[in-house]
C-alpha cells in the first residue's frame, strides 16, 4: 500500500518561479526520502531527512519536515526546464529494514 | 563508478507468456530491490535481497512471480504466466549498508507491456 500523498498530483509553473510539493503519510518514520523520475528513465535521489530533522538544504532545494502533522514538503526555487519531472517522496519505517513506501508523485511541468 | 544496470529495456509479450528481467546492481551493494511501477503511481517493492537472502517479499504475488540473486551479485525477476495486470515498469535498485539509511540508486527500468 502507498504510504504517502503526494500534492498536488500535477502542477505547470513558468520558468524562474519556485514550485512547492507536499507529502502527507500516515505512519512515524526513521526518515523521508525525495526522488525525481525524468520521464523514462530511473528515479534519482534528491534529499534524505531524518525524522529529528525539520529542515534541509541542497543547492536549488528545500525540505521542511513535520512530524506532528506527519507531513514533509519539498521546495524548488529559481525552477528551470530542466527541473520537469515526477517527484516522489519516499518514507522508511522500520528502523534497519531500508524499504521504502512511495507516494502517488507530483508530475511538475516547468514552461519556459 | 557504473550505474544499476537493467536489461532488457523493453519487452512486450502476450498474456499467459513467461518473461525474466535482469538486473546488475552498484558493485558492493548488498542490498537489492526490485519495483512495479504501474503509470502514473509511484514504486511498489515486490523484493528486497541482502546479499543473495530475501528480506521482504510480502507484496510479491508467489504464485507467477520469482526472484532470485544468485552469489549476492546479479539477481533475475520472473513473471509466469503474465496477465495483462502486470504492465508496467519494472525497476532495479540497490544501496550498500543495512541499518543506515542510505539513498537507494534506481537502474533506467524495464518496461513490460503485456498484450
Known amino acids: 500500500s502507498q504510504q504517502g500523498e503526494e500534492d498536488p498530483q500535477a502542477l505547470s509553473i513558468q520558468e524562474g518561479e519556485n514550485a512547492t510539493m507536499n507529502c502527507s503519510y500516515k505512519?512515524?518514520?526513521?526518515?523521508l526520502q525525495w526522488y525525481r523520475q525524468n520521464s523514462g528513465r530511473g528515479l534519482v535521489h534528491l534529499i534524505l531527512?531524518?525524522?529529528?530533522?525539520r529542515e534541509k538544504h541542497s543547492g536549488r532545494l528545500r525540505v521542511t519536515l513535520d512530524t506532528s502533522k506527519k507531513s514533509s514538503s519539498l521546495l524548488i526555487t529559481a525552477s528551470r526546464a530542466a527541473d520537469t519531472a515526477s517527484y516522489f517522496c519516499?518514507?522508511?519505517?522500520?528502523?534497519?529494514?531500508?524499504?521504502?513506501?512511495f507516494g502517488q508523485g507530483t508530475r511538475l511541468t516547468i514552461n519556459p | 563508478e557504473a550505474g544499476v544496470a537493467q536489461s532488457p529495456r523493453y519487452k512486450i509479450i502476450e498474456k499467459r507468456q513467461s518473461v525474466a528481467f535482469w538486473c546488475n546492481p552498484i558493485?558492493?551493494?548488498?542490498?537489492l530491490y526490485w519495483y512495479q511501477q504501474i503509470l502514473g503511481q509511484g514504486p511498489k517493492l515486490l523484493i528486497q535481497?541482502?546479499?543473495?537472502?530475501?528480506?521482504?517479499d510480502s507484496q510479491l504475488p508467489k504464485d507467477r512471480f520469482s526472484a532470485e540473486r544468485l552469489k549476492g551479485v546479479d539477481s533475475t525477476l520472473k513473471i509466469q504466466p503474465a496477465k495483462l495486470e502486470d504492465s508496467a515498469v519494472y525497476l532495479c535498485?540497490?544501496?550498500?549498508?543495512?541499518?543506515?539509511?542510505?539513498?537507494?540508486?534506481f537502474g533506467p527500468g524495464t518496461r513490460l507491456t503485456v498484450t
Open positions: 531527512i531524518r525524522s529529528n530533522e
Open positions: 535498485a540497490s544501496n550498500h549498508l543495512r541499518g543506515v539509511p542510505y539513498e537507494q540508486y
Open positions: 519516499a518514507t522508511d519505517r522500520v528502523r534497519g529494514a531500508q524499504k521504502l513506501v
Open positions: 558493485s558492493g551493494h548488498a542490498t
Open positions: 505512519t512515524s518514520i526513521n526518515n
Open positions: 535481497f541482502q546479499n543473495n537472502g530475501v528480506v521482504d
